[in-house]
Nanobody, 125 residues
Framework: VQLQASGGGLVQAGGSLRLSCAAS????????MGWFRQSPGKEREFVAV????????YYADSVKGRFTISRDNARSTVYLQMNLLKPEDTAVYYC???????????????????WGQGTQVTVSS
């Protein structure tokens, strides 16, 4: 599957952005879809995931209550709605697809098979 992320930009603290990840090749509902982010000098970290079969959703503690992941199977697109953004949310955001990943590995980069190119999110204070 090929992934194309978009929707990043510059926003003030407290603002909102919605990221999109369009899948081609196979429909996104065939995969568990996740969002990760990476700041300069830091490792790529888990943000949110929606599982392909159950639709169960998990978030990193740092974004819980502010970010919402969702999917539109008809459009083969996964979204990340980000509200109440903070300067520490500044990062390149990546979407990723996993053909099969066990629950214990769902927050790990190694659990995912395909990655989008990333979209920059910058939150100013």
């Amino acid at each position: 599957v090929q992934l194309q992320a978009s929707g990043g930009g510059l926003v003030q603290a407290g603002g909102s952005l919605r990221l999109s990840c369009a899948a081609s090749g196979r429909t996104s509902n065939s995969y568990t879809m996740g969002w990760f982010r990476q700041s300069p000098g830091k490792e790529r970290e888990f943000v949110a995931v929606i599982r392909r079969s159950s639709g169960h959703i998990y978030y990193a503690d740092s974004v819980k209550g502010r970010f919402t992941i969702s999917r539109d199977n008809a459009r083969s697109t996964v979204y990340l709605q980000m509200n109440l953004l903070k300067p520490e949310d500044t990062a390149v955001y990546y979407c990723a697809a996993a053909n099969g990943v066990i629950l214990s590995n769902i927050r790990n980069v190694q659990g995912y098979d395909s990655w989008g190119q990333g979209t920059q999110v910058t939150v100013s204070s």
